[in-house]
């Protein structure tokens, strides 16, 4: 897959096969789509392309800046890319752009520069200023320019619709079955190992402190995990607390793991931590010793949990 920064770098002349929006969390909805996209394109040897956008359309309408997203961009990439795309197109979203037309956005970008030969989209897509049109209007922008319009269906499971918004929403509550049923695998946190305070080793509880340097990730509430982590291609259990560390008055959120059966130093490196379960809420404890106490039975826990 190639990833291309912008539009007006793309320079493809073939008949091309698109998906157009933002698929934070790429899921099961998305795949849905994107699935049919690809086959599609296999079978009339086109090219598979997507065009997303970042940053997210409503941090820049809607002034939601503080808006938290699934999945940060390298992530979507990673996903896409096993989807089977050929080329993703991701356009950085702004103000003016915003202000195209339909008839210049189907026109000039569209057919244009994109030169599509087929469109997939869901059945409540809406483009131009103000998302002035529907599909309706794209099927006629089709039969005007030459372009098929697929729309396919919502996925649902347990009869619930799939949408980004449920699965943040689950996310946040800790529903992480619910987040990996519409999201197709777990959710995931990456970052690079940095130096925190140490207190862990202090109490036979060492700890990763994970850096996510992207604002805009969703990190889950504050608490203790059962985690899943990948490092150097391997998998470990784990338990990651977020929070302030209240017990050691700290001020600042961090995400630390602590890994099972794991001794190395890792500060610098990569890990990705997926969730399974929260175990339980942040707690201030009296003591650093009331603390060890419970992290002993939290672990137990976790373990517990793991072997069900």
Do not use: W
């Not at 347990?158 to 695998?185: C, H, M, P, Q, Y």
């Not at 970052?191 to 109490?203: E, R, Y």
């Amino acid at each position: 897959m190639d990833t291309i920064q912008g539009i007006k770098n793309y320079t493809s002349s073939s008949k091309s096969i698109l998906t157009i929006g933002t698929f934070d969390g790429v899921h099961m909805g998305h795949q849905k789509i994107i699935n049919a996209l690809v086959k599609d394109a296999k079978e009339k040897k086109l090219q598979a392309n997507l065009l997303t956008f970042f940053p997210h359309p409503r941090m820049i309408l809607k002034s939601e800046r503080t808006i938290k997203l699934i999945d940060t961009i390298q992530e979507k990439e990673i996903i896409l890319k096993k989807l089977g795309i050929d080329n993703l197109i991701i356009h950085p979203f702004s103000l003016e752009f915003s202000k195209l037309s339909a008839v210049e956005y189907v026109r000039d970008i569209l057919v244009k520069k994109l030169k599509i030969s087929s469109l997939y989209t869901g059945s409540n897509h809406h483009f131009g200023k103000n998302k002035e049109a529907s599909v309706d209007d794209l099927i006629l922008f089709g039969k005007k320019y030459g372009f098929e319009v697929r729309t396919v269906s919502a996925e649902n499971i347990s009869s619930i619709t799939v949408s980004s918004t449920k699965i943040r929403d689950a996310i946040l509550n800790s529903n992480f079955e619910i987040a990996k049923k519409f999201l197709g695998r777990d959710y995931e946190l990456n970052g690079v190992v940095i130096k925190g305070k140490g207190l862990g080793k202090t109490i036979n509880f060492p700890t990763a402190n994970l850096n996510i340097k992207e604002q805009y990730k969703l990190i889950p509430s504050k608490g203790v995990y059962l985690v899943r982590v990948y490092y150097n291609n391997n998998f470990f259990e784990g338990m990651m607390n977020i929070g302030n560390r209240p017990t050691i008055q700290g001020i600042n959120q961090t995400q630390e793991v602590h890994i099972f059966n794991f001794n190395k130093n890792i500060y610098g490196e990569h890990l990705k931590v997926l969730f399974l379960k929260k175990i339980r809420d942040e707690k201030k404890f009296n003591s650093v010793e009331d603390l060890k106490n419970q992290l002993i039975k939290d672990k137990d826990t976790c373990k517990r949990n793991l072997s069900i």
